[in-house]
């Protein structure tokens, strides 16, 4: 198939401009016959990776598949998803790996391994076990591993087997039983808080660690200003640390919460603007330099009950690349910049051979229209939970076409 | 009416409570919230008898149908074994003194009830009767009847708008 | 003004007006407990459910004596239906109720917004009992209506709110209503429960107990414990009573006039001494007579009328 006439985006080779872009037996191709599809007007890239959802699967199909996962994903214009281990099992052997990656997908699903088995954080998982089944990345991820002598080892194994290492930053005694940012709403609303430093205290320990034993660790959502001054120092220095944000923590503040709606409540929490600001700066200046959705799916049964006691978390693939469309439409980043976040960056992070439109790269391609208006109606979902806080929302950009090994998952 | 008739009226009105209660067997007078409080006033000055404030916000038939309010009743004597004069500035449907009567009861048990209006405009929609009236004014269901008492008001006068 | 609200989640959105509205009507209903006959048929058919997640007698109590001088039908609720415990949720135990027609929910839950969330699901009035740390909307009404009854006014008076802040629904209703009707409010007590954070909402923080009551118009004390979740935030209730205890020596710095007010139940020798509890400037229990008159209130105004769509 040949992709006609759009503003072709490809950040890995420093490519911006109008061009075709042609397809054959799942490869990208100099040229080719076949079906033409017109681009013009719309912007052509390369697969868009988000690098941190959760697709449930093994354990609560009730809450979403993989299957329903990866339909929002190419709804959401990306081909490639990285799924997270805090399953049911966890995935902390090859075996529920295995299981993973032969469940039905329309899109590439590369799954994370655990660092500690059970992701309870007291022993190593089989690490080397869990890479030859195929794990991009370890991370215990919806937990956080307490014990630095444990991150230390885990660090250091990992490089063994050049596996980066992600964290969910989290100090569990600080944070204790918080439920929404400690600051004025929290003390305004009686509900209890979770200070920025929790946060930081562990993203300040990834950086030490990640010093220590030169391997990289990844800090995953990161949602504080703290955090993303710490990075940028540490970056600066050269140290092996990166970062990730999630739409809803450049887009939404903690005054959010102040009715009480389920649909702001996630981990880590929506905090102040000048937090909020500090993540724009912080994918501005690159010091953040991927975006993921952190898609995390609850059943309506679990999300409809009183705030301290609801699951943290909300569905995003499908509001991803709207909102963050607008940090282009604001001049935070360059429409270039942005898509590098959704391609090069993760693909490097993770030695995926993904994010690019090189000649003899896997045909994964997404097509944006990137002014269309349209409302988001969570209803229509393609997922098997309802938990956003943007329903309702009139946005802006959305993926018209979603090319995976070039067959179109998604128009 | 203007002030020097509504004055009249209640010189004649205090007479005639007086004539129909000649012994001394414990007079009060209770004015009904909110122009039934200064008309009791008024009547006490010329009767020297006790007085006490009524208001029937908890009492009213019709709750359901507006927005809720009460105010204070104050009766700092002893209503039990009172010949108790209820006074209000219109008598209409009724309603009003079937709610004065049910709240005054929650106060104790009078000896007798009586009533003392300074306007009857008929429309009775319940079956009570006045026992002293200032002045009987018939009137068509769409008027209405405005007692201004210079207390509450400013001047004293009573108007039908139509 | 007209009183247009069919529930009571909190202080915090009602105005300076309805306030001012609310305690003017419990005035009327405070007369009625002094009556021989203590009841008006104003609520009669209505049905109110007490709905008490987070136990309590004494507000449960209040409410249902409430209703009944109202002739209301009272049905007490005490059950964990927080959806914490496997079985029937939150949502679904208050529909359950509202299929019975119940026309008015008091509900006192231990999670902050629990009315609210009820109140976007149901048609009946809903009333906020105490919310977690929320807000406890009626006690706030009563501790005004008490010191409005002592003191003549709110506005221009040192109330100081003395204790655990933090995890405190009835400071935090306090400090709404007091900074709307023009009080000076002070907070006190240990740094780790009244953090400067407060000072964003218009009072002054302090941890000096001596600074605090020096001038104090009004002495709110609020009950001290020492469970799981504030064992890190103090180390005992010896040390808590020694620097922050309202002992015979700081109440004799007091100004002479100065009110003395508490919640309840008070823990004697904690936050109070004992005989300052039952001396003749304590209005504790003044406030529980309030609070039944107040309580009154709120549910005639919001159940016993017709409110403007």
């Known amino acids: 198939m040949r992709i006609k006439g759009g503003r072709v985006i490809d950040p890995a080779n420093g490519v911006d401009e109008i061009r075709d872009v042609c397809i054959d037996a799942g490869k990208i191709v100099d040229s080719a016959d076949g079906e033409v599809i017109e681009a013009a007007g719309k912007i052509v890239v390369p697969g868009l990776i988000d690098m941190h959802v959760h697709l449930r699967e093994p354990g609560r199909s009730d809450k979403e598949t993989i299957e329903t996962g990866t339909r929002c994903a190419a709804r959401g214009g990306f081909t490639s998803v990285v799924c997270m281990p805090n399953t049911n099992p966890p995935a902390d052997t090859a075996g529920t790996i295995s299981f993973i990656k032969q469940r039905p997908a329309c899109v590439n699903v590369f799954p994370t391994g655990a660092i500690s088995r059970e992701l309870k954080g007291e022993e190593l998982a089989p690490i080397g076990s869990l890479k030859k089944a195929g794990v991009v990345a370890i991370t215990d991820d919806g937990h956080c591993v307490q014990n630095n002598e444990l991150m230390r080892r885990a660090v250091e194994y990992a490089k063994m087997f050049d596996l980066p290492v992600l964290d969910h930053c989290q100090d569990c005694n600080l944070v204790a039983d918080g439920v929404m940012h400690e600051g004025y709403w929290s003390a305004a609303l009686g509900l209890r808080g979770w200070p920025a430093s929790g946060e930081d205290v562990i993203v300040a320990r990834n950086i030490l660690l990640a010093e220590l034993c030169d391997w990289h660790i990844h800090c995953q959502h990161i949602s504080s200003a703290r955090s993303v001054e710490l990075i940028r120092e540490a970056r600066k220095r050269g140290v092996k640390i990166s970062a990730e944000a999630c739409p809803h923590h450049f887009t939404l503040t903690d005054e959010c919460v102040k009715d009480y709606d389920t649909n702001f409540k996630m981990n880590p929490p929506l905090r102040t603007e000048r937090d909020r600001n500090a993540i724009v700066e912080g994918l501005a200046d690159g010091t953040i330099e991927i975006i993921a959705s952190d898609h995390a799916p609850h059943c309506n049964y679990e999300k409809e009950v009183e705030f301290d006691v609801a699951p943290f978390g909300i569905i995003g693939l499908e509001t991803e690349l709207a909102l963050s469309l607008e940090l282009v439409r604001k001049k935070v980043l360059t429409l270039s910049a942005l898509i590098e976040k959704f391609t090069v960056k993760p693909a490097k992070l993770l030695r995926l051979n993904k994010g690019t439109l090189s000649v003899g790269a896997d045909a994964d391609l997404t097509i944006i229209d990137p002014d269309i208006e349209w409302t988001y109606d969570v209803t229509q979902s393609a997922s098997k939970s309802r938990n956003s806080p943007f329903h309702g929302w009139q946005l802006r950009g959305r993926a018209v076409r979603t090319i995976v090994e070039g067959v179109t998952q998604f128009q | ?162 | 003004m007209n009183w247009q609200r069919k529930n009571l989640l909190g202080i915090q959105e009602l105005t300076t007006d309805e306030i001012i509205f609310l305690l003017d009507s419990a005035a009327a209903f405070k007369q009625v407990g002094e009556r021989t006959i203590k009841k008006v048929p104003s609520l009669r058919g209505k049905t109110l459910v007490n709905l008490f997640i987070e136990p309590s007698t004494r507000t449960r109590t209040s409410f249902e004596l409430a209703a009944k001088r109202l002739s209301a039908d009272v049905i007490n609720i005490n059950t964990t239906a927080s959806s914490l415990v496997k079985g029937e949720t939150l949502k679904d135990t208050a529909l359950n109720l509202e299929a019975l027609n119940a026309d008015i929910i008091v509900i006192r839950h231990s999670a902050a917004g629990a009315p609210h969330f009820l109140a976007k699901f149901l048609q009946a009035s809903i009333i906020n009992a105490g919310d977690g740390a929320h807000e406890h909307p009626t006690q706030a009404l009563l501790d005004a209506f008490t010191i409005r009854e002592k003191k003549g006014r709110i506005a221009d008076l040192n109330v100081t709110i003395l204790g655990d802040i933090l995890y405190s629904r009835v400071a935090r209703s306090n400090i709404w209503l007091l900074t709307k009707l023009g009080a000076r409010v002070t907070l006190a007590g240990p740094s780790t429960l009244v953090p400067r954070v407060f000072e964003q909402f218009g009072c002054r923080v302090t941890h000096d107990i001596e600074e605090a009551i020096r001038d104090a118009d009004v002495i709110n004390l609020l009950r001290i414990q020492h469970e799981r979740q504030r064992k890190t935030m103090f180390p005992s209730i010896g040390e808590y009573a020694a620097m922050f205890g309202l002992n015979k020596e700081r109440f004799s710095r007091t100004k002479p006039d100065a009110l003395i007010m508490h919640p309840g139940p008070i823990n004697r020798g904690v936050e109070i001494d004992s005989e300052i509890a039952d001396s003749d400037r304590s209005v504790i229990l003044e406030q529980v007579t309030n609070g039944l008159a107040v309580r009154m209130a709120v549910l005639f105004l919001c159940a016993g009328g017709k409110h403007e769509d």
């Open chain 2, 1 to 162: 009416m203007d002030a020097a008739a509504i004055q009249r009226a209640l010189t004649r009105m205090a007479h005639e409570i007086i004539e129909r209660n000649p012994d001394d067997l414990g007079l009060a007078l209770i004015g009904i919230r909110n122009h039934g409080v200064p008309i009791a006033k008024r009547l006490a000055a010329q009767l020297n008898v006790p007085i006490g404030e009524l208001d029937i916000g908890m009492h009213r038939d019709d709750l359901a149908l507006r927005p809720p309010r009460v105010g204070v009743s104050q009766i700092t004597f002893d209503v039990n074994g009172k010949t108790i004069v209820l006074v209000d500035d219109v008598l209409f449907t009724g309603r009003t003194i079937r709610a004065a009567m049910d709240e005054l009861n929650d106060f104790g048990r009078a000896r007798q009830i009586q009533l003392a209006v300074l306007i009857d405009r008929g429309h009775r929609e319940l079956p009570i009767r006045p026992d002293f009236v200032g002045k009987n004014v018939p009137t068509a269901l769409t008027e209405r009847v405005r007692v201004h008492l210079a207390e509450v008001d400013g001047h004293d006068e009573v108007v039908i708008e139509k």
